[in-house]
């Protein structure tokens, strides 16, 4: 079994993934307006989470993540970053890429190892939806980009016909404070 540290960040991570990526819907929106979202959402962000449901419900966690899209033809984000519960530090990384007419990709090592399949994705406009596995785990992130500086996510799980809300994270971007100018 997992250490709790350990479940809390994968399924931040998934959650934080699920932001910087696609929805798991049919519909697909072009090309652009998924580049032009994952470049609105390049970044580093910061903020609080916590597990709503489940063996670990109320469990708090930080994380402190950055996303850059990707260059070239391809469309997707790279995210690299940390999440602390307590004293314990776990590392994130994910990537996400276009694959046809949906996303595909992988948070930290993929299903095969600790983390987690993306399967599906889709953009739209102010938000995100990707479709996560791993072995019998079905769920969704949702991603939404509440104004410029506030992206919120949303982890659900599929139990029996129902979609589950497991893990719930606010993230504010980060933004050097230091004034520019010239000298005179």
């Known amino acids: 079994m997992f250490s709790r540290p350990s479940l809390i960040a994968r399924g931040f991570a998934a959650a934080s993934l699920a932001a ?10 072009g090309s652009d307006d998924d580049k032009a979202f994952f470049e609105q959402v390049s970044g580093q962000w910061k903020g609080p989470g916590e597990i709503v449901a489940g063996k670990y419900k109320g469990t708090k966690f930080t994380c402190d993540l950055t996303g850059e899209a990707t ?5 997707g984000i790279k995210l690299d970053g940390t999440c602390r519960v307590g004293v314990f530090k776990q590392p994130m990384s994910a990537v996400i890429t276009r694959a046809g007419n949906s996303y595909t990709g992988k948070f930290l090592d993929g299903a095969d190892g600790k983390g987690l399949d ?15 596995n791993r072995k019998k785990l079905n769920g969704a992130m949702i991603a939404r980009l509440q104004d410029d ?20 994270v606010s993230l504010n ?3 050097d404070g230091m004034a520019v100018g010239s000298i005179k």
């Open 118 to 132: 993306i399967v599906s994705g889709n953009v739209a406009k102010d938000k995100v939806v990707v479709g996560i």
């Open 149 to 168: 500086s506030t992206l919120n996510i949303t982890i659900s799980v599929k139990v029996e016909d129902t979609m589950v809300p497991v893990i719930g």
């Open 173 to 175: 971007r980060q933004v």
């Open 20 to 29: 910087l990526t696609g929805a798991a819907s049919p519909a697909f929106s």
């Open 71 to 75: 260059d070239g033809a391809s469309t």
